[in-house]
């Protein structure tokens, strides 16, 4: 299983805009929850977004209004439209996944309940 993990640039003055992708692949069949969580220097990482199989999204408080998840028509790709950036959003963002059905080269599926995660990317916003 590998996660890609893109952002449309990394540097953004407040109240821009920044869009982040991540796509995992692998034999995966299915995920079930994709989302995005965030650690800030000195802070304990932190859920961001998540959105489930069926398309429902679900926010912290900090970034409802502001923050849009979405799954992408390719499969296995989600994403993070980022606006109204302000300082405190500034973090290393981290794209997770939860509740994978792969198929093995037999044929079988397999049905994880382990969280797996992308490499981090750095978003930072200036004031």
């Known amino acids: 299983l590998r996660f890609s993990c893109r952002v449309g640039g990394g540097l953004v003055q407040a109240g821009g805009s920044l869009r982040l992708s991540c796509t995992a692949s692998g034999s995966i069949v299915r995920i079930d929850d994709m989302g995005w969580h965030r650690q800030a220097p000195g802070k304990e990482r932190e859920l961001v977004a998540t959105?489930?199989?069926?398309?429902?999204?679900s926010y912290s408080d900090s970034v409802k209004g502001r923050l849009t998840i979405s799954r992408g028509n390719a499969k296995n790709t989600w994403y993070l439209q980022m606006d109204s950036l302000r300082p405190e959003d500034t973090a290393v963002y981290y794209c997770?996944?939860?509740?994978?059905?792969?198929?093995?080269?037999?044929?079988?599926?397999?049905?994880?309940?382990?969280?797996?995660w992308g490499k981090g990317t750095q978003v930072t916003v200036s004031s």
């Open positions: 997770y996944a939860h509740g994978l059905t792969t198929v093995l080269p037999t044929g079988e599926l397999v049905v994880d309940g382990e969280d797996y």
């Open positions: 959105i489930n199989s069926g398309g429902s999204p």
